[in-house]
């Protein structure tokens, strides 16, 4: 039977060591606080910055919100994170996604200074990942490889396989797997015989976000199972990309969903805010 990857128990921990380090920065005198740009309605990015402000709250982190309208123009957003990148006592910036369509979301990315940039879009993060620089390493990637070690489980060497290119997950995940001495395979939707690539795969990574788009015949007996997914089924339930109670016996170590990488990617933006106030 698999071991149970717990990422709620992992991010727990990680969390305790980094409230001690806030408090070794309070003693030095830096308050670490996370400015979070919000704009429009959206009910899943609500959830999403209120649980970060949760996390924040937990570890003590200050916290200042920024909640604009929906009809915003991008001059106004770009004056706003400038007057942010400006602001000595603001250590890190993060504009929450998805932005309204007629905003570009790359321009405001470029915008956020990469000293401040604790979700680690900004192009000069990129580029420090792509050439395995220290570097702020965008939350859900950082939080996957937080796991992996915290399990001893190995990467040099090994197979990975991640399913899915975003910018977000998939991209940056590759890069630092690879930056960690995998032999790494990236798929996407356009990709031809999955199958055949998924079941060479030591490590699998899914960052798809449909329900059981990996399943048992697609691995091989004995890998790592790492499910970014997240997905809503028509009952409410929240489920993963993998068909979990199918894999169990034939796996060595899985991520449940919830309870796995979710947890971590919170956990992680508390690492990286502590970061960019280190000024690391
Ligand atoms: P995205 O939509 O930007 O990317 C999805 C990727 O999956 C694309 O690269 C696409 O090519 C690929 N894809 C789509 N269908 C496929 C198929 N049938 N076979 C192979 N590849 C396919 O999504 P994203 O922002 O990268 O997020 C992916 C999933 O991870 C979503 O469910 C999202 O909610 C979840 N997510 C979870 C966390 C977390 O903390 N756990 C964080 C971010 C995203």
Same mark, same amino acid.
């Given at each position: 039977?698999?071991?149970?990857?717990?990422?709620?128990?992992?991010?727990?921990?990680?969390?305790?060591?980094?409230?001690?380090?806030?408090?070794?920065?309070?003693?030095?005198?830096?308050?670490?606080?996370?400015?979070?740009?919000?704009?429009?309605?959206?009910?899943?990015?609500?959830?999403?910055?209120?649980?970060?402000?949760?996390?924040?709250?937990?570890?003590?982190?200050?916290?200042?919100?920024?909640?604009?309208?929906?009809?915003?123009?991008?001059?106004?957003?770009?004056?706003?994170?400038?007057?942010?990148?400006?602001?000595?006592?603001?250590?890190?910036?993060?504009?929450?996604?998805? +932005?309204?369509?007629?905003? #570009?979301?790359?321009?405001?990315?470029? &915008?956020?200074? /990469?000293?401040?940039? =604790?979700? %680690?879009?900004?192009?000069?993060?990129?580029?420090?990942?792509?050439?395995?620089?220290?570097?702020?390493?965008?939350?859900?990637?950082?939080?996957?490889?937080?796991?992996?070690?915290?399990?001893?489980?190995?990467?040099?060497?090994?197979?990975?396989?991640?399913?899915?290119?975003?910018?977000?997950?998939?991209?940056?995940?590759?890069?630092?797997?690879?930056?960690?001495?995998?032999?790494?395979?990236?798929?996407?939707?356009?990709?031809?015989?999955?199958?055949?690539?998924?079941?060479?795969?030591?490590?699998?990574?899914?960052?798809?976000?449909?329900?059981?788009?990996?399943?048992?015949?697609?691995?091989?007996?004995?890998?790592?199972?790492?499910?970014?997914?997240?997905?809503?089924?028509?009952?409410?339930? +929240?489920?993963?990309?993998? #068909?979990?109670?199918?894999?169990?016996? &034939?796996?060595? /170590?899985?991520?449940? =969903?919830? %309870?796995?990488?979710?947890?971590?990617?919170?956990?992680?933006?508390?690492?990286?805010?502590?970061?960019?106030?280190?000024?690391?």
């Amino acid at each position: 039977m698999a071991v149970i990857i717990d990422g709620r128990e992992v991010a727990k921990k990680i969390k305790e060591e980094l409230k001690e380090k806030v408090n070794e920065l309070k003693e030095k005198g830096i308050y670490p606080k996370l400015a979070v740009i919000m704009i429009g309605k959206d009910k899943a990015s609500e959830i999403y910055v209120r649980n970060k402000s949760r996390d924040c709250d937990y570890v003590g982190i200050e916290y200042e919100e920024f909640f604009l309208e929906e009809s915003i123009t991008m001059e106004t957003l770009l004056n706003l994170i400038d007057e942010l990148n400006k602001r000595d006592d603001i250590h890190g910036i993060l504009l929450q996604s998805p +932005i309204p369509e007629h905003l #570009d979301i790359r321009k405001a990315f470029n &915008k956020i200074d /990469y000293r401040k940039d =604790v979700d %680690g879009f900004n192009p000069i993060n990129v580029g420090k990942l792509l050439i395995g620089e220290d570097t702020f390493i965008p939350c859900t990637p950082l939080g996957v490889i937080k796991l992996l070690e915290q399990y001893n489980i190995q990467i040099e060497g090994k197979n990975a396989v991640v399913i899915g290119r975003s910018n977000i997950v998939g991209k940056p995940l590759s890069q630092y797997l690879l930056n960690k001495d995998a032999t790494v395979t990236v798929c996407h939707s356009k990709t031809k015989n999955l199958k055949e690539i998924t079941s060479k795969a030591d490590i699998l990574i899914s960052a798809v976000g449909k329900p059981k788009v990996i399943t048992r015949d697609m691995v091989k007996e004995n890998a790592v199972i790492i499910d970014v997914g997240i997905n809503r089924t028509p009952d409410g339930k +929240i489920v993963g990309d993998v #068909d979990y109670d199918n894999l169990l016996d &034939k796996v060595s /170590y899985i991520t449940p =969903v919830p %309870g796995g990488v979710g947890q971590m990617t919170r956990a992680m933006l508390i690492n990286n805010i502590i970061k960019a106030a280190e000024g690391k």
